[in-house]
T-cell receptor
Framework: DVKVTQSSRYLVKRTGEKVFLECVQDMDHENMFWYRQDPGLGLRLIYFSYDVKMKEKGDIPEGYSVSREKKERFSLILESASTNQTSMYLC?????????????FGSGTRLTVV | DAKTTQPPSMDCAEGRAANLPCNHSTISGNEYVYWYRQIHSQGPQYIIHGLKNNETNEMASLIITEDRKSSTLILPHATLRDTAVYYCIVRVMDSSYKLIFGSGTRLLVRP
């Protein structure tokens, strides 16, 4: 089974800290995504990557950056955490190809910024 | 991506079939129907997808009407662990990298 692993389930950080959220997938998927999920707002795409060292902005990239140095790993970085970045963060991966595949999501990281 | 409409909540008894409907009357010919679910405090989980024909896998069955304007996800023998929010999504494969979830249906499986 495809597995997407997020390094932490729960995190508490202070305002202004630099925060790293790590995501690793084990099925050689080309595409990886970072979403955040907030009540009433659904899933919102922050960044995605379709290849190593490639990245594209999603709908809400402000305050975030990403890194993809290896195919299996996609990191989300909060440059200077703020309270409005308190949220559930979800990483997902998906292969590219002729077949229609669904996304595989990690279990999520619930980040609280105090 | 076409808009979908789902009932906000449903319930069913454990061991019985759960039938979750979804309306997608503006679906285009090249759009697929996907179903995901999200168990509390976990990431969404892919369940099944289809284009025209009915589909079945180890998790569920997907019934798509002939005009493709609606579909039903069937969990044949619901268990307590199937309690989750179920999302019906209609999209063209690779049309964009965004996966847009609506409000979904909150399914409660009763003991």
């Amino acid at each position: 089974d495809v597995k997407v692993t997020q390094s932490s389930r729960y995190l508490v950080k202070r305002t202004g800290e630099k925060v790293f959220l790590e995501c690793v997938q084990d099925m050689d998927h080309e595409n990886m995504f970072w979403y955040r999920q907030d009540p009433g707002l659904g899933l919102r795409l922050i960044y995605f990557s379709y290849d190593v060292k490639m990245k594209e902005k999603g709908d809400i990239p402000e305050g975030y950056s990403v890194s993809r140095e290896k195919k299996e790993r996609f990191s989300l970085i909060l440059e200077s955490a703020s309270t409005n970045q308190t949220s559930m963060y979800l990483c997902a991966s998906r292969p590219t190809g002729g077949r229609v595949y669904g996304y595989t999501f990690g279990s999520g990281t619930r980040l609280t910024v105090v | 991506d076409a808009k979908t409409t789902q009932p906000p909540s449903m319930d069913c008894a454990e061991g019985r079939a759960a039938n979750l409907p979804c309306n997608h009357s503006t679906i285009s010919g090249n759009e697929y129907v996907y179903w995901y679910r999200q168990i509390h405090s976990q990431g969404p989980q892919y369940i099944i997808h289809g284009l025209k024909n009915n589909e079945t896998n180890e998790m569920a069955s997907l019934i798509i009407t002939e005009d493709r304007k609606s579909s039903t996800l069937i969990l044949p023998h619901a268990t307590l662990r199937d309690t989750a929010v179920y999302y019906c999504i209609v999209r063209v494969m690779d049309s964009s990298y965004k996966l847009i979830f609506g409000s979904g249906t909150r399914l409660l499986v009763r003991p």
